[in-house]
């Protein structure tokens, strides 16, 4: 599978559901929790290109986009071979 990042906040639903998506799929992935850490906010937003809700995913060092993405990408058929390639 390929390396799979997510930055995530407490509390946060749409972290969660893009977290349950992930495991859904079988992917492992590496978190990032960004609560109370503005550096790693900052962080985040600098390699988002400047996006700074969470979660923000990157797939194969790839930035995907958020937790809606996540899920535009599966009913596309596409987040099955990203997450493969």
């Given at each position: 599978?390929t ?5 995530t906040?407490?509390?946060?639903p ?13 992917a ?15 962080e985040?937003?600098i ?6 809700t ?32």
């Amino acid at each position: 599978m390929t390396k799979t990042l997510i930055y995530t906040a407490n509390l946060c639903p749409y972290c969660h559901m893009a977290k349950e998506l992930l495991q859904a799929k079988g992917a492992k992935y590496d978190e990032v929790d960004i609560t109370g850490r503005p550096e790693l906010r900052s962080e985040m937003s600098i390699k988002s290109g400047g996006r700074s809700t969470v979660p923000q995913i990157f797939i194969g060092g790839a930035h995907v986009g958020g937790c809606d993405d996540l899920y535009c990408l599966d009913r596309a058929g596409k987040l099955d071979e990203l997450l493969k390639a």
